[in-house]
């Protein structure tokens, strides 16, 4: 029998995370910091709506689009919160399958065989392999501590060549938690302009930042808007993973082609979860608020408690996520990781989980009670007094 298998497909590496939530979801009285999920209920009123809708019976498909109030209510949203200019919500948003699905929407609406994406790592897992399924070469930047995992003009001036379409941005970002500032993405900007490069800008953790370090989007710097992706959605900011609901914002242009795609493949969003975000965006900012400065109790926490063990850490003002540096034990970030979740039953994720240059270091995430970071701090001090 011929082999049936897509060679491409088969040389595509599983998640690095997986492995750790089956072992974990076997475990008794572990308690996991790998997951990248709000421990947060959703908000009342949105599955309230949600239930409404069913109970009408709105279960029909939408447009391919999406729910035009939904596509209205984002259009505000991204005025009202992040200073974009308005996306005309008849041709420039399009409602997806979360966030994910409008990363693969835009890399295959975008790219030529051979052309290359650049992508900074640490990362989330989906990038690598979304350019690589649409046919681009992927490029990576190895982001460095020294300069909080940020993305220096530096660092992208020495990658691009004439094959280079798009720079992937994730600010705030996971693994690191790291933020770009306006100044940090204005420098950038002047170097996507001058090479006639776009963005694909994931913001899905735009409304998850702590301190002074307030969300700035790319699109709404000069001449970025008309090259630039912007990918949000409400699995985190609204606690809806299960909702399965995202967005993409961008030039008609573009738009229309990954509508085309989407069309074929899903035809639309979860009507009922579309709904529901209506709700979410009306009326839920102040829960929205809530979560965020429970998290930013937590990051403080965390922050502190691992300082106090003498571990290098760099202080993560976004997303929900801490990433210190574990190299000084002499474990691999898989080694740690595994020992620490079979010797004292908590899960944490490994660092090369997100790219080769997250060796040295572990991903924890603070979408866990206060109680469940207590205890799994006092394990992790226990841990490192026997390496």
């Known amino acids: 029998m011929r082999n049936p298998?897509?060679?491409?497909?088969?040389?595509?590496?599983?998640?690095?995370?997986?492995?750790?939530?089956?072992?974990?979801?076997?475990m008794k009285d572990a308690i996991s910091l790998g997951v990248g999920e709000p421990d947060f209920d959703t908000p009342w009123r949105i599955r309230e709506e949600g239930i409404y809708t069913l109970e009408k019976g709105k279960t029909y498909y939408t447009s391919n689009s999406g729910l035009m109030e939904l596509r209205k209510q984002i259009s505000e949203y991204l005025v009202r919160r992040y200073g974009l200019d308005r996306y005309d919500p008849a041709s420039e948003i399009l409602i997806t399958?979360?966030?994910s699905e409008a990363i693969d929407l835009a890399f295959r609406a975008m790219i030529n065989p051979g052309e290359e994406v650049i992508i900074p790592q640490p990362c989330y897992v989906s990038y690598l392999p979304c350019a690589v399924l649409a046919d681009a070469v992927p490029v990576t930047i190895n982001l460095q501590e020294?300069?909080?995992?940020?993305?220096t003009p530096e660092e992208l001036e020495a990658v691009i060549t004439p094959k280079t379409k798009i720079l992937v941005l994730?600010?705030?970002?996971?693994?690191t938690g790291a933020v770009m500032t306006k100044e940090d993405l204005e420098k950038i900007a002047k170097v996507v302009i001058e090479h006639d490069i776009f963005v694909v800008s994931d913001e899905i953790y735009s409304e998850l930042t702590y301190g002074n370090a307030k969300h700035c989007s790319i699109a709404s710097l000069p001449?970025?808007?008309?090259?630039?992706?912007?990918?949000?959605?409400?699995?985190?900011?609204?606690?809806?993973?299960?909702?399965?609901?995202?967005?993409?914002?961008g030039p008609e242009n573009i738009i229309r082609q990954m509508i085309k795609i989407h069309q074929f493949a899903i035809m639309c969003a979860p009507t009922n979860s579309q709904y529901a975000a209506v709700e979410a965006l009306k009326n839920c900012e102040e829960e929205v608020e809530k979560m965020t400065v429970e998290y930013d109790q937590r990051r403080r926490f965390l922050l502190t408690r691992l300082r106090e063990m003498d571990i290098q850490v760099f202080e993560p003002f976004g997303a929900f996520y801490i990433f210190p540096n574990i190299s000084r034990f002499g474990l691999t970030s898989d080694e740690f990781a595994t020992r620490f979740l079979k010797e004292y039953k908590v899960a944490v994720v490994p660092g090369t989980a997100f790219g080769d240059c997250g060796e040295g270091f572990v991903r924890m995430s603070y979408a866990s009670s206060l109680a469940n970071l207590k205890e799994a701090m006092e394990r992790m001090e226990q841990f490192i007094k026997t390496l």
């Open 146 to 151: 020294k300069n909080d995992f940020r993305l």
């Open 223 to 249: 001449g970025m808007r008309e090259r630039t992706i912007v990918i949000n959605g409400f699995s985190k900011s609204h606690a809806m993973t299960g909702w399965r609901l995202g967005y993409a914002c």
């Open 170 to 175: 994730a600010f705030p970002n996971n693994p």
């Open 5 to 26: 298998l897509s060679d491409k497909v088969v040389e595509i590496q599983p998640s690095g995370i997986r492995k750790f939530f089956d072992i974990v979801s076997e």
């Open 97 to 99: 399958v979360g966030g």
